[in-house]
């Protein structure tokens, strides 16, 4: 869009750069694996580790950059899992940060661990996809794309605890 409109989520800063973001549009498509592990210790609401993330966008206007970071997982008993993390990017291009705060809930017809069986040493996760939903504040210093600093955006992908890969989408509120 090349004019100016009163959604807040539309930055003009000139000609070329004048777009506003669409409810629903694709801001990101997310491949990536889950690498280095602080290790699930036990914690007032469950489990917790931290994780390092590297992703690649392989869809959207980002499609190409590297996603690199780290989420926090929190399992609960009930197998409900709080995920909050930070990536960030960084090229000539631009340079991005996702706040992400979300849920992974246990795929149909799995038996979800205690956190007791998740701490004892040597424990394996089910080799299963998770649903994964959840929320994203989008920052980003693209001199082409203004009006993606400050987006909201919904998550929703699925993540395998015991391979660590995940796919995730990021799509405007």
Excluded at 18 to 31: K, Q, S
Excluded at 47 to 76: N, Q
Excluded at 79 to 86: D, F, I, L, Q
Excluded at 137 to 149: F, I, Q, S
Aim: net charge negative; proline share 6%; with cysteine.
């Amino acid at each position: 869009m090349d004019v100016m409109t009163s959604d807040p989520r539309s930055v003009a800063t000139g000609p070329a750069t004048r777009r506003a973001v669409e409810h629903g549009g694709l801001i990101c498509r997310i491949e990536g694996e889950l690498k280095g592990s602080s290790g699930f210790s036990r914690c007032s609401e469950g489990m917790r580790a931290v994780h390092t993330l590297e992703a690649s966008v392989v869809g959207g206007p980002y499609a190409g950059e590297k996603l690199t970071g780290l989420d926090e997982f929190t399992i609960r008993p009930d197998g409900t899992v709080r995920m909050a993390g930070a990536q960030t990017s960084s090229s000539g291009r631009l340079s991005l940060a996702l706040q992400l705060l979300g849920s992974i809930t246990p795929a149909a017809g799995l038996e979800w661990p205690s956190p007791q069986a998740m701490a004892r040493p040597g424990y394996e996760f089910p080799d299963a996809d998770l649903p994964l939903r959840g929320t994203a504040l989008l920052r980003a210093t693209d001199e082409d794309r203004p009006d993606l600093d400050g987006v909201t955006a919904t998550i929703e992908g699925w993540l395998n605890f015991e391979s660590g890969e995940l796919e995730v989408e990021a799509r405007v509120v």
